[in-house]
């Protein structure tokens, strides 16, 4: 059985060209801006591109469990003169001491995890590492988006590389599934969003999810 691990190592060279720039070319730059300096930890961070708006005054750490992601992101920050500090590690067991960074941002992550159990740890873990008062960002698909209003919470979303066709798991979560997780975990919703480039009213549709919390608590 080929592992979510297996096939994001697969993935990783195509995902290199095709995901090349940031989908979140204008949220991530608004909260360098909010943000403005700190140790930033990138959760998931496959190639490297959400590090980019973060390259000037953060000191910059990413965690992915592909081997070849990680990879991919090491030729990213030479490319664009990034310092990174990168580990391969499970986003369930971050290997980071209690309280280690001042913010965090996590990609289109958390919708690879599977079983509710795996998600809530690691949204604990992310609670865990960051310092109170901290904040993160995180974005997931949106089980409400019209492509899937036919399908089951979980999918199997195809990827074609090198002639033939990889499977990457999703689990799609709808605003308040997520909401209520990361609340769980020790977070205050700060706010509660669809990507920029969705220009409906009702949000409850958009392709992504994205959330800035703040660790609440000692």
Same mark, same amino acid.
């Given at each position: 059985?080929?592992?979510?691990? $297996?096939?994001?190592? &697969?993935?990783?060279?195509?995902?290199?060209?095709?995901?090349?720039?940031?989908?979140?070319?204008? =949220?991530?730059?608004?909260?360098?801006?909010?943000? &403005?300096?700190?140790?930033?930890?990138?959760?998931?961070?496959?190639?490297? /591109? %959400?590090?980019?708006? *973060?390259? !000037?005054?953060?000191? +910059?750490?990413?965690? %992915?469990? @592909?081997? #070849?992601?990680?990879?991919?992101?090491?030729?990213?920050? !030479?490319?664009?003169?990034?310092?990174?500090?990168?580990?391969?590690? %499970?986003?369930?067991?971050?290997?980071?001491? $209690? #309280?280690?960074? %001042?913010?965090?941002? @996590?990609?289109?992550?958390?919708?690879?995890?599977? @079983?509710? =159990?795996?998600? &809530?740890?690691? +949204?604990? =873990?992310?609670?865990?590492? +960051?310092? /109170?008062?901290? #904040?993160?960002?995180?974005?997931?698909?949106?089980?409400? &988006? /019209?492509?899937?209003?036919?399908?089951?919470?979980?999918? $199997?979303?195809?990827?074609?590389?090198?002639?033939?066709?990889?499977?990457?798991?999703?689990?799609? *979560?709808?605003?308040? #599934?997520? =909401?209520?997780?990361?609340?769980?975990?020790? *977070?205050?919703?700060?706010? @509660? *969003?669809?990507?920029?480039?969705?220009?409906? /009213?009702?949000?409850?549709?958009?392709?992504?999810?994205?959330?800035?919390?703040?660790?609440?608590?000692?």
């Amino acid at each position: 059985m080929t592992t979510t691990k $297996d096939t994001f190592n &697969q993935v990783a060279p195509g995902w290199y060209n095709f995901r090349h720039w940031s989908r979140f070319g204008n =949220e991530l730059p608004t909260l360098a801006g909010r943000w &403005q300096k700190g140790k930033l930890l990138n959760i998931g961070c496959a190639h490297g /591109p %959400d590090f980019l708006p *973060f390259k !000037q005054s953060f000191d +910059l750490y990413g965690v %992915d469990f @592909s081997t #070849e992601m990680l990879r991919f992101a090491r030729k990213y920050a !030479q490319k664009f003169n990034l310092v990174l500090n990168l580990s391969m590690a %499970d986003v369930g067991y971050l290997p980071y001491g $209690d #309280e280690t960074f %001042d913010w965090a941002i @996590s990609v289109a992550t958390y919708h690879h995890i599977r @079983s509710k =159990e795996n998600r &809530q740890a690691a +949204l604990n =873990e992310l609670r865990r590492v +960051l310092k /109170p008062g901290g #904040e993160a960002f995180i974005t997931v698909w949106n089980r409400w &988006q /019209p492509r899937f209003w036919f399908s089951s919470k979980e999918v $199997d979303v195809p990827w074609r590389t090198k002639g033939k066709t990889l499977h990457r798991y999703y689990y799609l *979560f709808s605003y308040r #599934e997520l =909401e209520r997780l990361v609340e769980k975990a020790g *977070f205050e919703v700060l706010k @509660s *969003f669809p990507e920029s480039s969705y220009h409906f /009213p009702l949000k409850a549709f958009s392709r992504n999810i994205c959330l800035l919390v703040k660790r609440i608590g000692v």
